[in-house]
């Protein structure tokens, strides 16, 4: 019974994450919803690789952008080739260029990285992603300079009408590529490898004493990982019809691992949330204010104080909480912490706006305009109310949060002395 249910229970989700992809672009037809939406599904393959050496084998890598990149360049230059006629290709298996150049770049790059662990892996992926990046500059035959290569993805010849010309089609196209990649990678981690590299994260010196080679079992996960990669990065060769040395860089990969952490590397849908979380923050928070890298600094600043699981985390825990029944004694807390954080988060995004328009925006004038307020960056009686909000929407938070915290640990110690007696029955 329990098994039918479990099964039920993956239908429903596979079938639900299956659903929300074919309706997503219904309820939202704009054309920036459709580019965002594309976007999303190229960022979850990307994190979701990158969690396979991060979150899954503990491989802290700071070039995940390389096979991402050059799985572009690669799919860009095939692309290329299909429109000049010098290679018969269908431009939907496009992508699949780019993941076999990502898999081929990991079979050459990580021999040597993953000899090693810990800080000397991260430290060897992140010289060998400078490196990348350095040669994407100098050698302009192939990466295409500061301009990067560019191509048309209506290459070839119409499949049933279809063109990749609209968006609409683009993004149906990252919408398969995504489902079944993520379905891939789900599955990976319920084989034997994929169980094996959870150990070498865990105890490699257990690995080792029952026979295994730790550094064969990272080599073969980061080859996988950089065919995924390497697939996002086609899809964005697609998406985009050009690409530049930045895809590449440092920052990219930085990327990678900032949101894959943010929507929480330790359980499979985390990285999902992050990908999600990366377009939106690249794509409109940019758009909202020139202060979003700062605010997104804090918030992962903030992450890792309060969450260091992510966001995937919090929402574990609270189903948990909801499963013995004790989530709606918490509801009322949870909105006294969204009203003194909005405050205080309030008062501080004011300061940090004033700021940067003292800072690059003086010719403007002193006024600016804030979530539907008026602030004059010169005011004094701006300034006092934005302090006075972060102050006091701080003070109120922080009274909240230790209120909560207690009443959060002692509905754990209610859990664990249920399941205790469970266990004994």
């Given at each position: 019974?329990?098994?039918?249910s479990?099964r ?14 074919v309706?997503a672009?219904?309820l ?9 939406l594309s976007?999303?599904?190229?960022a ?8 396979m ?17 050059l799985?572009?360049?690669?799919a ?8 000049e006629g ?16 990502g898999?081929?770049f ?6 040597v990285t ?37 191509g ?7 499949f ?17 590529y ?5 379905a ?6 319920h ?6 590299l ?25 080859i ?12 964005a060769a ?5 690409v530049?040395?930045?895809?590449v ?13 943010l ?16 377009v ?15 605010y997104?600094g804090?918030?992962?600043l903030?992450m890792?104080i309060?969450?260091?699981?992510g966001?995937?985390?919090l929402i574990m825990?609270?189903?948990r909480v ?17 009203a ?6 309030l ?23 804030f ?18 909000a ?14 909560f915290?207690?009443h959060?640990g002692?509905i ?7 399941l205790q007696?469970?266990s004994?029955?």
């Open positions: 019974m329990k098994a039918r479990s039920f229970a993956r239908t429903a989700i596979w079938g639900g994450f299956a659903l929300l992809l309706v672009p219904m939202f037809s704009s054309g920036l919803a459709l580019t965002v976007q999303m599904g190229i979850i393959i990307a994190c979701l690789s990158y969690n050496l991060f979150g899954q084998g503990g491989m802290l890598s700071f070039g995940h952008a390389v096979y991402t990149g799985g572009s360049f690669m860009i230059h095939a692309l290329n080739r299909v429109t010098a290679m018969q290709m269908p431009v939907s298996l496009i992508p699949l260029v780019g993941g076999v150049a898999l081929g990991a079979v050459l790059f990580g021999y993953t000899r090693k662990a810990g800080t000397t892996f991260a430290m060897i992926t992140l010289g060998l992603g400078e490196l990348v990046f350095a040669l994407a500059l100098m050698i302009p035959e192939f990466f295409g300079g500061e301009g990067g290569v560019s048309n993805r209506m290459a070839g010849q119409p049933m009408g279809i063109t990749f010309g609209p968006q609409i089609q683009v993004y149906y196209l990252i919408a398969v995504t489902f079944v990649c993520v891939a990678m789900y599955a990976f981690t084989t034997p490898l994929g169980r094996m959870n150990a070498v994260r865990d105890n490699p010196e257990r690995v080792e004493f029952v026979g295994y080679d730790t550094q064969k079992v990272r080599y073969f996960a980061f996988i990982a950089g065919f995924f990669a390497g697939i996002s990065g086609g899809l697609l998406n985009f019809e050009i530049t040395a930045e895809v860089g440092a920052a990219r990969s930085g990327a990678y691992l900032l949101f894959t952490f929507g929480g590397a330790t359980f499979f849908f985390g990285p999902i949330i992050g990908g999600v979380l990366m939106l923050a690249f794509v409109l928070l940019s758009e909202l204010t020139k202060a979003w890298l700062l997104l804090l918030i992962f903030f890792v309060y969450a260091p699981g966001i995937a985390s825990m609270n189903l909801a499963a013995f029944g004790r989530l709606r004694e918490l509801l009322w807390r949870y909105l006294a912490l969204f003194t954080g909005s405050l205080m988060l008062g501080a995004a004011a300061v940090i706006e004033m700021v940067y328009h003292l800072q690059l925006s003086t010719t403007l004038g002193d006024e600016l305009r979530l539907g307020l008026t602030l004059h960056a010169r005011g004094m009686g701006s300034w006092a109310g934005a302090l006075a972060t102050a006091v929407g701080f003070g109120l938070f922080e009274f909240v949060r230790r209120g915290v207690r959060w002692a754990q110690e209610d859990i664990e002395n249920r007696q469970r004994a029955a």
